[in-house]
């Protein structure tokens, strides 16, 4: 047992390593039913933690990692989820 102050971790569903909370971007769903970038960490609801980099961000949503995380259909427009989550992600 290591005497470490308590850090919070997630598991990424890109590529499936813990890293600690705060190195890692919260997508949650909106209002309106699509994902949203939860920059703050501060949303309620369900989330699902990615690592801050566009290739786990593409595994997740291309390989409907993030869907089934959020326990939402994949959907038809992966793509566009990808670039719009992309964007918001930088
Ligand atoms: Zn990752």
Redo the contacts with the bound molecule.
Sequence with gaps: MTDVPFRPERK??????L?DRAE?ARVVIGADGAFELDTALARGGRGAY??R?P??LK??VLRGHLARALRVPPGPDREAVLARLGEALK
């Design positions: 990424c569903v890109g590529c499936g390593k890293r890692l990615v690592c980099n290739e786990c595994r997740a």
